[in-house]
């Protein structure tokens, strides 16, 4: 709303009051009332004015004003901008719920192997015995049941660091992020 009433040519001083009279949104609220003091004093450009409360918007944001005042389309960037950033997050949201779907795919079938490598496969090798010819892939599965149930812990700490490592490059690293 606010990049449509610059670019109508609205004051921006009366542009906050009307907006600040309809908001019900505390943190919008907020961010406007900034805003309407920061007017109130004065400012020589709109980035002067919105770093005022620049703890509310990006680099990306900044950048988007500075174009804006380049060009004379402030108001069109922001309107531009908001738009831009509600589908990207719309994007987000479907892609964390399809990813959430995978995740959960991939716990049943984790879980689902524990139990065939820390309960079947034992009890597989009990009835059997040593005496039966086993195929390479059974071979592995009661290699792998041994080691696990004889160092279940060191195996469960590589697992723990693992997991660690890699939500920690996730948060950390916007390359690994991005990958």
Not at 16 to 38: H, M, S, Y
Not at 109 to 125: G, K, N, W
């Amino acid at each position: 709303s606010l990049g449509q009433m610059i670019s109508r040519g609205y004051v921006l001083e009366n542009v906050i009051d009307f907006l600040l009279a309809d908001e019900k949104e505390k943190d919008v609220v907020k961010v406007l009332e900034i805003l309407q003091r920061k007017t109130q004093k004065g400012y020589k450009d709109y980035v002067e004015l919105f770093k005022e409360a620049g703890d509310c918007f990006d680099d990306e944001f900044f950048s988007i004003l500075v174009a804006g005042q380049q060009t004379g389309n402030v108001g069109q960037n922001i309107v531009d901008y908001a738009a831009g950033k509600a589908k990207m997050l719309e994007q987000k949201g479907y892609l964390l719920r399809t990813l959430s779907g995978k995740f959960v795919v991939l716990g049943v079938v984790l879980l689902a192997f524990i139990v065939i490598v820390l309960f079947v496969v034992p009890q597989f090798t009990k009835l059997f015995g040593d005496n039966l010819a086993l195929p390479l892939g059974m071979k592995i599965m009661v290699f792998i049941s041994d080691v696990v149930r004889s160092f279940w812990f060191l195996v469960l700490s590589i697992l723990t660091g693992l997991i660690v490592g890699v939500v920690g490059l996730y948060k950390l690293h916007e390359g690994f992020r991005f990958f």
